[in-house]
């Protein structure tokens, strides 16, 4: 621990992030779509409807903002409203599998093309979120084959519609049951690489920790792969698993913390990006009544994954961008001035009351100023 100095005449440095940190912008959510309901409109109609909820249905209650702070409140309202403007999706995940379910090979085949169609066509016009991709299907689920006849179907198809492969895309590979599925999925990755003339290391991939035996071989040490990028938690799967009520499901519970806490403590250091769950409930209606209950529970948790240190989640409808942002935006802006204040004084050896900074607590604030930055809330 250090001493607070009264003397300003030197000037810290800001730490540098551990080794292995992630680089580069890490996306507040990921935005999943049945694969048969995906074209290259997609991105910004749900962009239009978001904006539309946000114009006619806004609540600064709802939102899990302070009520009686109406510039507060309508700052972030005007960022949120910017945000859908330029970049309703920050990611975009195409999904063969939940969202879309078993069907004939030939039907996949066709949304797979359909999705190349799509995909290549927003490429072109530049209207690409910065993250892409595609959920393939579950190896623990009996469908190894189908899920790596999508991929390569996909993944040759936007080589040869485009030329190459555009920046921003990643795979999520569901129900990571066993660790030798892993190994397994990136034998395939390389050998695709080497028939698409992609460079080494190019494919890279998500896992998904959605059930137990997932956390188990976690915590066992194991699931650290080359090609990994992300890990994302599965809150129904996981949730059923441990053998959770209906009613239980839900990202809050702590069942749900525990496993968070163990993707947290297994990638550590290791650049691997976390990313939190869903919420399956969605408006009955655009009525107020029904919006207002599902912004109330969406941002409530998205608090928490905040809270636990969870900067990205999935949504899955209009009304979840707008509590997604809203949420994410109010957090950043409540703590802009005082972290940069700590960090400022940090900087210049300068003395704060009641505080001894640590250097890796400012690590931890100005990780979380550059989130706000990346993210558009300041």
């Not at 959510?29 to 048969?36: K, S």
């Not at 309202?77 to 990611?91: Q, Y």
Request: with cysteine; aromatic share 8%; net charge negative.
């Amino acid at each position: 621990m250090r001493t607070t100095l009264g003397a300003t005449h030197h000037h810290r440095q800001t730490p540098e992030p551990p080794a292995g940190q992630p680089a580069g912008r890490q996306p507040v959510h990921t935005v999943y779509i049945p694969a048969d309901r995906f074209d290259a409109g997609t991105v910004s109609e749900l962009g239009t409807a978001a904006a539309r909820l946000l114009d006619t249905r806004f609540d600064a209650e709802a939102l899990g903002l302070t009520s009686d702070d109406q510039a507060f409140a309508g700052l972030v309202r005007s960022r949120v409203a910017a945000k859908l403007a330029a970049e309703p999706v920050e990611d975009v995940r195409i999904d063969f599998e939940d969202g879309y379910g078993v069907r004939p090979d030939g039907q996949e085949d066709a949304d797979v093309g359909r999705a190349v169609e799509a995909v290549a066509a927003m490429a072109a016009g530049k209207t690409l979120p910065r993250r892409w991709g595609l959920r393939i299907k579950s190896f623990a689920d009996g469908h190894a084959d189908r899920a790596l006849r999508t991929l390569d179907g996909f993944l040759t198809g936007i080589a040869d519609a485009t030329g190459g492969l555009p920046e921003g895309f990643t795979v999520t590979f569901p129900k990571v049951t066993r660790a030798e599925y892993l190994d397994e999925f990136e034998r395939f990755l390389e050998a695709l690489e080497r028939s698409l003339g992609l460079p080494d290391g190019t494919l890279r991939f998500e896992m998904q920790v959605e059930t137990t035996q997932t956390v188990m071989f976690l915590l066992a040490g194991r699931g650290r792969t080359p090609r990994l990028a992300a890990a994302h938690f599965g809150v129904f799967d996981y949730t059923a698993s441990c053998g959770l009520p209906p009613e239980e499901q839900r990202l809050d519970h702590p069942a749900c913390d525990f496993a968070r806490h163990v993707m947290q403590v297994a990638f550590a250091g290791t650049g691997v990006e976390l990313s939190d769950g869903s919420t399956n409930l969605v408006p009955a209606s655009e009525a107020a009544a029904d919006v207002h209950a599902v912004w109330r529970t969406h941002s409530a948790l998205v608090r928490h994954s905040l809270s636990h240190g969870f900067h990205q989640g999935w949504d899955m409808h209009p009304a979840h961008l707008v509590s997604r942002f809203a949420t994410v935006y109010a957090f950043h802006l409540a703590r802009q001035a005082g972290y940069t204040a700590r960090v400022s004084a940090y900087q210049e050896q300068a003395e704060q009351s009641g505080l001894l900074e640590e250097p890796a607590t400012i690590r931890a604030l100005s990780a979380i100023l550059r989130r706000g930055t990346d993210c558009g809330a300041f």
